[in-house]
């Protein structure tokens, strides 16, 4: 599987499972001059940004090990603008992290989601 395919299949994994955990999902692949952040959600009274990371093995490190500072501070500045653009300054917010583990298939093998990763 190509890696854009991947992130597609892993956005769609992560999709799902949010929702069956109670995740309201309002934007995917949500653009803003600063970047992208794949997920933003309500859960409960709490606005989410959600990060999803996805690999083929572990080999080089869990996919969620892979958002470092840099991408924490990116995601805050594109969140930011979000809570600008929507007037969204006094919702209570926090950032998720979902990590999945493709198999030689192609298939979902494992999915971890972290809440308040960061």
């Known amino acids: 599987m190509d890696r854009k395919r991947m992130g597609q299949v892993a956005e769609e994994a992560a999709v799902h499972y949010l929702k069956h955990q109670g995740y309201q999902i309002l934007e995917r692949n949500y653009r803003s001059p600063l ?3 794949d997920i933003i959600a309500e859960d ?4 989410v940004f959600i990060e999803v ?5 572990t080999r080089f490190g869990l996919p969620q ?3 470092n500072w840099a991408k924490q501070q990116k995601v805050k500045r594109i969140a930011t603008h979000y809570l600008k653009t929507k007037n969204a300054w006094k919702k209570a917010c926090r950032f998720d ?6 198999n030689e ?9 972290i809440r308040d990763a960061f």
């Open 65 to 67: 090990e892979t958002v």
């Open 53 to 57: 990371r996805s690999r083929q093995g």
């Open 44 to 47: 409960r009274n709490t606005l």
């Open 105 to 113: 298939e192609g298939e979902v093998k494992s999915l971890e989601l």
């Open 97 to 102: 992290v979902v990590g999945i583990l493709f």
């Open 35 to 37: 970047g992208e952040i």
